[in-house]
């Protein structure tokens, strides 16, 4: 048995696979902005003298 590259493995898969795979990739990196955002307004940036000097 040859191995196949990584593209020929994925152009082995189903076009419907592929397609799921990637939306999945899609939802999962939206999903990590939004939580990236929500996490920020739970957790404000602390007033330290280093946030104070990075803001200048």
């Given at each position: 048995m040859q191995r196949k590259s990584l593209w020929g493995s994925?152009?082995?898969?189903?076009?419907?696979?592929r397609a799921?795979?990637?939306?999945?990739?899609?939802a999962f990196a939206v999903a990590g902005i939004?939580?990236?955002?929500?996490?920020e307004v739970k957790y404000p940036e602390r007033n330290t003298e280093m946030s104070i000097e990075k803001k200048i």
């Open positions: 994925y152009k082995a898969i189903p076009p419907r696979t799921l795979l990637g939306l999945g990739g899609m939004l939580m990236s955002d929500w996490l």
